[in-house]
């Protein structure tokens, strides 16, 4: 399975659950291509930091960008059980040929009333590229840097679930320092001494629903 990670803004998380994601799918046994498809290269920084913090990171890394990223994607399906892409926080390139390509796409959205306006961007770019996929992707949207407890948190999860375009899924990730503190270092936060109990359930809740919860065959 190829799985995006795609916004068109920034510091909603992306880059930080793309290589949790990377990093849960390889401990669960699985052959990971992580591919950095972002100009700022968070996911090589964080591989970096992983290969000096534990020596093997578990997955291979390669950097990829612009239109070409559709073509060598397609061209490495084969050789993985999952690929994971990185992609910058806006509308590119890179960001249309990895939802081209993809066969999932993961749109975190921060519970703020700014992050919410940009919800008819996204609807347009899902919708383009829908156009020209011969298989339609899915778009999942969810909470991410969620407040632990706000309003806010139940009044964007509404929003988000109205539109027919998107999946909206009920799986949360909070604000927490736990992810912070772990990519610092190189390690996704069940990798941690002491890991946050609560910010490892929320990702085995969300990566379970999107490695299990649909019916997509693998890459290999």
Same mark, same amino acid.
């Given at each position: ?12 998380? &992306? ?5 949790? !994601?990377?990093?849960?799918? /390889? ?22 930091? +992983? ?8 997955? %291979? ?5 612009? /239109?070409?990223?559709? &073509? ?7 050789? @993985? ?5 990185? %992609?910058?926080?806006?509308? %590119?390139?890179?960001?249309? #040929? ?10 975190? !959205? /921060? ?22 996929? $011969? ?9 991410? +840097? #969620? ?9 964007? $999860? ?12 009920? @799986?949360?990730?909070?604000? +927490?320092?736990? !992810?912070?503190?772990? $990519? ?13 109990? &609560? ?20 890459? /290999?």
């Amino acid at each position: 399975m190829v799985i995006s990670f795609n916004s068109i803004k920034g510091g909603v998380g &992306k880059s930080t659950l793309a290589v949790n !994601f990377a990093a849960w799918l /390889a401990k669960e046994g699985h052959d990971v291509l992580l591919v950095d498809g972002d100009e700022q290269e968070t996911a090589s920084d964080f591989t970096a930091w +992983r290969e000096q913090t534990i020596g093997n990171t578990g997955y %291979t890394l390669v950097n990829m960008t612009g /239109a070409n990223l559709r &073509k060598q994607v397609e061209q490495m399906k084969p050789k @993985y059980d999952h690929i994971v892409i990185d %992609t910058g926080g806006r509308d %590119t390139t890179s960001q249309r #040929a990895a939802l081209s390509v993809a066969d999932v796409s993961m749109i975190p !959205f /921060a519970p703020r009333s700014f992050d919410l306006w940009t919800i008819n961007k996204v609807i347009e770019v899902i919708d383009e590229v829908q156009a020209i996929r $011969a298989e339609p992707i899915i778009p999942y949207v969810f909470l991410s +840097r #969620a407040d632990i407890k706000s309003a806010d948190n139940r009044e964007v $999860a509404q929003a988000l679930a109205t539109y027919e375009q998107i999946t909206y899924v009920p @799986y949360a990730i909070s604000n +927490r320092k736990a !992810f912070s503190n772990a $990519a610092g270092v190189g390690l996704a936060v069940f990798e941690m001494v002491q890991p946050d109990l &609560k910010a490892v359930a929320e990702i085995n809740a969300l990566f379970n629903h999107v490695l299990h919860g649909n019916h997509i065959t693998t890459g /290999a």
